[in-house]
């Protein structure tokens, strides 16, 4: 059975709000501190006249990128997730009909 989209109560949407503001508040924490440590390694690292710190940036940067697509592009309520969501739907339907 298809589940239809209802629209959300005063209290859900507050909810959600605040949910999808405090991921976003966890991401600027995350790439401020990202920011901070990584210039003190580029200074440390230039200081030792070696260049390793870009290593540690690189890997770090992978991670603060995905934390930021997670936060910003699917749980955002994105027309990405939106159409993830539905296709997910629709095969349960369809697979509900089958059986």
């Known amino acids: 059975m298809a589940r239809t989209t209802s629209p959300l109560s005063a209290e859900a949407l507050e909810r959600l709000a605040q949910r ?3 991921a976003k508040m966890g991401w600027y924490a995350h790439a401020s501190v990202y920011l901070l440590v990584n210039l003190l390694l580029v200074t440390l690292s230039a200081s030792s006249g070696r260049h390793w710190a870009v290593f540690p940036a ?3 940067g992978l991670g ?3 934390h930021g697509v997670s936060v910003f592009l699917l749980a955002s309520g994105s027309d990405l997730h939106e159409r993830l969501v539905q296709a997910e739907r629709n095969r349960l ?3 509900d009909r089958r059986s």
């Open 20 to 22: 999808r503001a405090r």
């Open 58 to 60: 690189l890997g770090w």
């Open 93 to 95: 339907v369809a697979q």
């Open 64 to 66: 603060l990128l995905v």
